[in-house]
């Protein structure tokens, strides 16, 4: 699909972004604010060199809906590549270049997308907890089963019951050996559960948000 062509100006034979650093700085010093244009520059400057740095840690499925340039997108892939420091550093210098010349909308698009990878990394943290408070349910309380099945119909119901029948034998042996100031140790079977809600509630999840897992893996 091809990309809406970028609205500027010409300034000395050289092209201007409308919303582009360049384009913020000449506005001040028309109004005669040079001073306070080199300040404001530095902090916007910063803000687009960190966005740049976020980049190389967002989604591919998110990364996909941007319309960004191709250079800037592989340069975004070859900082990914790269192991080594100094190189790492040059190559998001580079990017950082590469940002200062987006128009302030593509900017405000990767925020928009940052922020929502932000919001998916927030729920993350949910489901984590989720899946810990069902694990423990379905240990404690038989009628907890009956109300996860309703969750996960497809659920292996006789693995379920096996383990968590393991997990109560496992607690019962733990805590009949415990000594006062041990740590508490979980055997195989208690982790298992908590694994099997886990991926059934993050399944549950990239249904309703759209997604694939290839998009969370990254």
Same mark, same amino acid.
């Given at each position: 699909?091809?990309?809406?062509?970028?609205?500027?100006?010409?300034?000395?034979?050289?092209?201007?972004?409308?919303?582009?650093?360049?384009?913020?700085?000449?506005?001040?010093?028309?109004?005669?604010?040079?001073?306070?244009?080199?300040?404001?520059?530095?902090?916007?400057?910063?803000?687009?060199?960190?966005?740049?740095?976020?980049?190389?840690?967002?989604?591919?499925?998110?990364?996909?809906?941007?319309?960004?340039?191709?250079?800037?997108?592989?340069?975004?892939?070859?900082?990914?590549?790269?192991?080594?420091?100094?190189?790492?550093?040059?190559?998001?210098?580079?990017?950082?270049?590469?940002?200062?010349?987006?128009?302030?909308?593509?900017?405000?698009?990767?925020?928009?997308?940052?922020?929502?990878?932000?919001?998916?990394?927030?729920?993350?943290?949910?489901?984590?907890?989720?899946?810990?408070?069902?694990?423990?349910?379905?240990?404690?309380?038989?009628?907890?089963?009956?109300?996860?099945?309703?969750?996960?119909?497809?659920?292996?119901?006789? &693995?379920?019951?096996?383990?968590?029948?393991?997990? #109560?034998? *496992? %607690? @019962?042996?733990? !805590?009949? +050996?415990?000594?006062?100031? =041990?740590?508490?140790?979980?055997?195989?079977?208690? &982790?298992?559960?908590?694994?099997?809600?886990?991926? #059934?509630? *993050? %399944? @549950?999840?990239? !249904?309703? +948000?759209?997604?694939?897992? =290839?998009?969370?893996?990254?």
């Amino acid at each position: 699909m091809a990309r809406k062509p970028t609205k500027g100006y010409f300034v000395k034979g050289h092209f201007v972004a409308e919303g582009s650093e360049l384009d913020l700085e000449l506005k001040r010093e028309l109004k005669g604010d040079v001073e306070v244009s080199k300040t404001d520059l530095k902090k916007h400057s910063d803000h687009l060199q960190h966005l740049g740095e976020q980049l190389l840690t967002l989604r591919q499925g998110l990364m996909l809906k941007l319309d960004l340039p191709d250079k800037l997108l592989e340069a975004v892939a070859e900082a990914k590549r790269i192991t080594n420091f100094e190189g790492k550093r040059r190559q998001m210098q580079f990017i950082g270049k590469l940002m200062r010349k987006l128009d302030e909308a593509t900017v405000q698009t990767i925020e928009a997308a940052l922020a929502v990878q932000h919001q998916g990394s927030a729920a993350d943290t949910l489901r984590l907890h989720l899946a810990e408070q069902w694990r423990d349910r379905l240990i404690a309380d038989d009628t907890a089963l009956t109300e996860w099945l309703a969750l996960d119909a497809a659920a292996d119901l006789q &693995r379920l019951r096996s383990l968590i029948r393991q997990a #109560r034998k *496992d %607690a @019962q042996e733990q !805590a009949a +050996a415990e000594r006062p100031g =041990e740590a508490v140790r979980h055997g195989k079977s208690y &982790r298992e559960i908590f694994q099997l809600v886990r991926e #059934r509630l *993050d %399944a @549950q999840a990239r !249904a309703e +948000a759209g997604d694939t897992p =290839e998009d969370t893996a990254h």
